[in-house]
Every structure is written in structure tokens, then in C-alpha cells.
């Protein structure tokens, strides 16, 4: 595994070089200013500055699993990949240039070349620096001739994938959730999962925010693939269970009742729902601490069941088709925070790894519903992918039986 890092950092600093060298060329021979030669060094600098800070955070001496300082590479990881965005095209335009074009029509070609490499830049600028603090409302209408009648009308707020450590210390974007929320006024809130990205330090100051979003009657949460710890090395297993055991404690706190692997009932008059929440099962690597049959124990075949779920790879594996429950809440996918409408369908790159990554799915009477989340992972930016809240208004059919 040692050996194919090190392969895979060989090649990507290369290509890294490739491609600076690449762009360099294009803007020397763009410029034609008295200061060719002084953007030239100051961008050869910034360059090397760049290259050596990817050294020293993840190559050398290589202990990212140890880090805590969350800020420093998420602000690293999105200056890089700005560049990244303004490079790579911009020198895939001067091999063009250079291969097919002669000098009056190369510097066409690398105009058009600057023109797309700034507007791609622009558009992650404006996702790192505001993309991520936008919120969408879903809003979803679904009806059941099982859901019982009391439930009719019932207004679900569905939330996921938090990720407290990547909101830099910003509060704006829970700020307008906890509003929003307040606003719609929900019957219940459900959570399913990643609080954290890792630590439970992350969860400091929080907790009135999370008071006033958990304000109604009920609200529920389950555990994502990040609350468990699983993404740091521990000095030692007490430290990551203590933290664990922080993080799960800290749920109740914020207002949530944390399910794992087991269930509650609402009840509204004379009629009741059940809430089911398993810990999170996900293809390998992620870890598999779901147990459904545990989680079910003591729900009436012939309950109305909603099920929260970490990872929709769940549902799809060994709910749909196996189970009769009617509505599963997911998230963990983020949509990969980059998306685009098309046609007027929603699509994004995540549908390459995954099926069910993001919106509404139907199978046979029962639906999976999977939530792009409100944090970011790895790099903090959302581009046409904002940040979710979901809106669930049950429908029973039967209503006028």
C-alpha cells in the first residue's frame, strides 16, 4: 500500500509539473507587458509554494490521520484545486496550440484556453466562498394507503451529514437552518448521520443551535461512517472510545435520540408510527455495524416503518425488495457537492459510484429518499448542490375509505 502511494504522488507531481509548466508558457506568451518576467518568477514561486505545503501536509512526514487542524487543510485543499482548475485546461490548450495551430492562430487558441480555465476557477471561487453557505428546501409529497390516519398530513424535516468540523468555525449556514426549521414548524426532525468528521472536540459550542433546531416534539438521529473515529490514528483504543462515547452522549444534548440499531413509536390519537435507526452499513471499506433485525425487534409486521440509514448502498443491498418498509432516509453520498440540472433532471458525477445518490426513489410501494447533506468533506465548496433541507408531508390514501 506504502509503495503504490508513493507511486501515485510520483505521477501526480508530475503531472503537477506538466501542467505548470504548460500554463507557463501560455502566459508568457500572452503577456506582453515589461513584467513578463516578474509574473513569470512570482508565478514559478507560488507554484513551489504550493507544491512544497502538498509535501509537507501529506507526503512528509505523512500523518494527515493525526491531524486535527481541520481548517488548515480544508483552506489548502481549496487553494489547490482552484489552481488545479486554472492549469489543467489552459495547458491541454497549448499542447493544442502548439500541435495544430501556427503562431497567429496558437494565440487564439490560447486566449480561448485563459478565457475557459478563468471561468471554470471562477465558478469553484464563487463554490468555495458562497456555494457552500447556500441552502435548498426540498420539499416532498408522499402518500401511502398503510400510513395510518392520524399520520395524514404528518411534516417530516429530514437533515444529514453535518460534518461540524467542516463549517471553519463559521456558524452562518446552521444558523439558517435552525430558522428555516423553526419556520416550517415540523412534526419531526430526523437525522441520519455524520455529525462529525472525526472528533468530538468538534461539537463544542453547538449545542444552542441544535436546542432551537430540535425544538418540536421529536427528533431522531443515527450514527454516520465519520462519528465512529474510524478516520484518525488513536495514541490509544480508550482515547477513540472515549471520544465515541463524547460524540453519542452529546446527541442527547442537542435535542436527538440517537437509534442504534433499535426503534421507537410515535403515536398520534389512537394510531402509531414506528421510527427505526440502524448504525451505518456501507460496501467495504466503510463499516458494516448495522443489525436490522435488532433494529426491528418488537415492530408489528404491519407497521408503518420509516427507516434512518446512513448510507443508501444499504437500502439498495438488503432492504429493497427484502424488507416492508415503506420510507428509508439516507445521505452520505453529498451529491460529491457538484452537480448540474439538465433537461430539468438533476445529475452529478456521484451517479458513477453510486445509483441512489441524491432525491427520491421508488421501488415497488416503498421509497428510498437520500439527502445531500448540509456540511462538506475534503474540500469545503458546493456548485449547484447546496445544502439540504428536506421537507416529508405523509399522505395516507385511504383516508376517504
Keep these: 500500500m506504502r509503495s503504490f502511494l508513493m507511486i501515485f504522488w510520483i505521477f501526480f507531481i508530475l503531472f503537477y509539473v506538466l501542467i505548470t509548466l504548460g500554463t507557463l508558457q501560455v502566459l508568457i506568451h500572452l503577456i506582453k507587458t515589461k513584467f513578463k518576467i516578474r509574473i513569470s518568477r512570482i508565478f514559478i514561486l507560488l507554484s513551489i509554494a504550493l507544491i512544497s505545503t502538498l509535501l509537507l501536509l501529506y507526503i512528509w512526514p505523512g500523518d494527515i ?26 495547458s491541454l490548450f497549448f499542447v493544442i496550440g502548439r500541435l495544430l495551430f501556427k503562431n497567429k492562430k496558437r494565440r487564439i487558441v490560447y486566449w480561448i484556453g485563459l478565457i475557459i480555465s478563468m471561468s471554470l476557477s471562477l465558478v469553484l471561487f464563487y463554490g468555495i466562498v458562497f456555494g457552500r453557505n447556500s441552502l435548498s ?74 436546542n432551537k433546531i430540535n425544538s418540536t416534539e421529536h427528533s431522531f438521529s443515527i450514527l454516520g461512517n465519520h462519528d465512529y473515529g ?18 453519542t452522549r452529546a446527541h442527547s444534548s ?36 448495522a443489525n436490522l433485525k435488532q433494529a426491528l425487534a418488537g415492530v408489528p409486521s404491519n407497521a408503518f416503518k420509516i427507516l434512518l440509514t446512513h ?63 448540509l456540511g462538506t468533506v475534503g474540500i469545503p465548496f458546493r456548485i449547484d448542490m447546496p445544502a439540504e433541507i428536506t421537507v416529508i408531508s405523509l399522505r395516507s390514501s385511504s ?3
Excluded at 436527538?256 to 452499513?281: A, C, M, P, Q
Aim: hydrophobic share 35%; proline share 4%; aromatic share 14%.
Design 65 to 90: 490521520r493525526n491531524t486535527k487542524n481541520y481548517s488548515l487543510y480544508y483552506i489548502f485543499n481549496g487553494i489547490l484545486l482552484l489552481d488545479f482548475i486554472f492549469k489543467t485546461p489552459l
Design 399 to 401: 383516508k376517504a375509505n
Design 230 to 247: 474510524n478516520y484518525s490514528n488513536w495514541k490509544s483504543e480508550s482515547d477513540k472510545i472515549e471520544n465515541f462515547n463524547i460524540l
Design 311 to 373: 448510507d443508501p448502498a444499504h437500502w439498495e443491498a438488503q432492504i429493497d425488495g427484502k424488507k416492508d418498509i415503506q420510507l428509508t432516509l439516507s445521505g452520505h453520498s453529498h451529491g460529491l457537492q457538484l452537480g448540474f440540472v439538465k433537461a430539468g433532471i438533476p445529475f452529478s458525477l456521484s451517479y458513477l459510484t453510486r445509483k441512489n445518490w441524491g432525491g427520491l426513489y421508488k421501488s415497488n410501494n416503498n421509497y428510498l429518499y437520500v439527502n445531500t447533506g
Design 137 to 210: 428546501i426540498q420539499k416532498v409529497e408522499l402518500e401511502f394507503s398503510t400510513l395510518p390516519k392520524e399520520f395524514d398530513n404528518y411534516k417530516i424535516v429530514h437533515i444529514s451529514d453535518i460534518h461540524l468540523g467542516s463549517f471553519l468555525h463559521s456558524k452562518k449556514l446552521m444558523k439558517n437552518v435552525q430558522s428555516q426549521i423553526q419556520n416550517i414548524k415540523p412534526d419531526l426532525i430526523l437525522f441520519t448521520g455524520d455529525l462529525v468528521n472525526n472528533f468530538s472536540y468538534e461539537l463544542d459550542g453547538w449545542d444552542t443551535i441544535f
Design 254 to 289: 442537542m435535542g436527538f435520540e440517537l437509534l442504534r440499531n433499535e426503534n421507537s413509536v410515535i403515536s398520534v390519537g389512537t394510531d402509531s408510527i414506528y421510527i427505526i435507526g440502524v448504525e451505518n452499513w456501507g460496501h467495504p471499506p466503510f463499516p458494516q455495524y
